[in-house]
């Protein structure tokens, strides 16, 4: 049972930093791209950025593109996203995503709120 439980949320103010944690276990993660997505009140949930499954190679969503930077370590089977120059529009529902045996795995999610 493929399980992703992110940590690090949390209220900050604008142009703030905040680094979220994905702790991946019972698959072998360092095979597989994994995701952070993000969900803010009355809006579909968006993809922010991907990793390959080595973390040589990423990809972000032109809203996020300079600011976010997304990571792992596979020894410790975990992925980050680094987020700097944090603005209102961040404030969200972040989580982390990767598609497992053909089917989507999703972690229940941390808040990122982002005020003044």
């Known amino acids: 049972q493929v399980q992703l439980v992110e940590s690090g949320g949390g209220l900050v103010q604008p142009g703030g930093s905040l680094r979220l944690s994905c702790a991946a276990s019972?698959?072998?993660?360092?095979?597989?791209?994994m995701s952070w997505y993000r969900q803010a009140p009355g809006k579909e949930r968006e993809l922010v950025a991907t990793?390959?499954?080595?973390?040589?190679?990423?990809t972000y969503a032109d809203s996020v593109k300079g600011r976010f930077t997304i990571s792992r370590d596979n020894a410790w089977n975990t992925v980050y996203l680094q987020m700097n120059s944090l603005k209102p529009e961040d404030t969200a529902v972040y989580y982390c995503y990767l598609r497992y045996a053909g089917m989507p795995r999703w972690g229940k999610g941390t808040l990122v709120t982002v005020s003044s």
């Open positions: 019972d698959f072998t993660f360092s095979s597989y791209a």
């Open positions: 990793i390959s499954s080595t973390g040589g190679f990423t």
